[in-house]
């Protein structure tokens, strides 16, 4: 089973530029989650989609992020423009179950600096 | 609001030895919880979960962990250390009915030879 799937690995750009970042769930996962994680601490949820409607983004900047999963399956997540604050790893992750209980299955992350 | 500690930053033990990762958490209701390890330049892996039942909950690698409600604790514990445990590990809880997780800032294993 093919787990997720992200891309770029890593990004740098320059603090007022866009970056985009792609993922694709394990198949058959309704639910998908971004994550933020600054260097030393823990990820921090930005949004999580059940299907293609969103369930939860009480956490996501969004005068400068976006994120769309317009078919239920892959998903986006935008900046724009950028922010020094916003160098981290972004995290995709899935699961199967939307309620608390479901393990969630994470993808290797885009690490991005911005300069 | 929901909350996870890990009051170590750093745990250190010897190869055979006995370790404990310790997390406590905050939460209004019946908490699921959860333990992920991460490797370097790799994304988290789920080692195990508590949803209800047995307070204790067996994982991969010979991990498992004690719930603890009264002292709203999930310490991740394994028998005996192995050089290849070395990671950081994170705790998370979420609640019955969100996906939300809420997760600690991690704690980094280091075991030596």
């Known amino acids: 089973e093919a787990g997720v799937a992200q891309s770029p690995r890593y990004k740098i750009i320059e603090k007022r530029q866009s970056v985009a970042f792609w993922c694709n769930p394990i198949?058959?996962?309704?639910?998908l989650y971004w994550y933020q994680q600054i260097l030393g601490q823990g990820p921090k949820l930005l949004i999580q989609f059940q299907n293609n409607g969103v369930v939860d983004d009480s956490q996501l900047p969004k005068d400068r992020f976006s994120a769309e999963r317009l078919k239920g399956v892959d998903s986006t997540l935008k900046i724009q423009p950028a922010k020094l604050e916003d160098s981290a790893v972004y995290l995709c992750?899935?699961?199967?179950?939307?309620?608390?209980?479901?393990?969630?299955?994470f993808g290797p992350g885009t690490r991005l600096t911005v300069l | 609001a929901q909350s996870v500690a890990q009051p170590e930053d750093q745990v250190n033990v010897a190869e055979g030895n006995p370790l404990t990762v310790k997390c406590t958490y905050s939460?209004?209701?019946?908490?699921?919880l959860f333990w992920y390890v991460q490797y370097p330049n790799r994304g988290l892996q789920f080692l195990l979960k508590y949803i209800t039942g047995d307070n204790l909950v067996k994982g991969s690698y010979g991990f498992e962990a004690e719930f603890n409600k009264s002292q709203t604790s999930f310490h991740l514990k394994k028998p005996s250390a192995l050089v290849s445990d070395s990671a950081l590990y994170f705790c998370a809880v979420s609640l019955a009915d969100a996906g939300k997780s809420t997760f600690g800032d991690g704690t980094t294993l280091t075991v030596k030879p």
């Open positions: 198949s058959g996962h309704a639910t």
């Open positions: 992750a899935s699961s199967l179950m939307s309620s608390g209980g479901g393990t969630q299955y």
């Open positions: 939460v209004s209701g019946n908490p699921y």
